[in-house]
């Protein structure tokens, strides 16, 4: 299995950007498509959004569509999550995830590989 590492969390105001990274090591990243997810104190955790393996293609869910962007970088190992016009409900966890699925998945079970999670924080 890859293994991840995410960075980039970190406390923002209302209306501000923040970006998150994931670095993996490990097998080949470019044979996983990559997923992020979210979660907030006594919800469960929450598709974000989806990455495949060569980049490009992107699924995201509802509530960050507009807002948010995945990209990836396969020469560097690495899939970012650039966060845009942030609001307080995007306050939770967020953890990069990796799949072997031959496509994206919004399941969380559906992925093999989590990282440690990274904490981000919306303040009004």
């Known amino acids: 299995q890859v293994q991840l590492v995410e960075s980039g969390g970190g406390l923002v105001q209302v209306g501000g950007s923040l970006r998150l990274s994931c670095a993996a090591s490990g097998r080949t990243f470019n044979n996983y498509v990559m997923g992020w997810f979210r979660q907030a104190p006594g919800k469960e955790r929450g598709f974000v959004g989806a990455?495949?393996?060569?980049?490009?293609?992107?699924y995201y869910g509802d509530s960050v569509k507009g807002r948010f962007t995945i990209t990836r970088d396969n020469a560097k190992n690495t899939v970012t999550l650039q966060m845009n016009r942030l609001k307080p409900e995007d306050t939770a966890v967020y953890y990069c995830a990796a799949t072997t699925a031959w496509a994206w998945k919004i399941a969380p079970a559906e992925y093999q590989s989590w990282g440690q999670g990274t904490q981000v924080t919306v303040s009004s």
């Open positions: 990455i495949s393996r060569n980049g490009a293609n992107k």
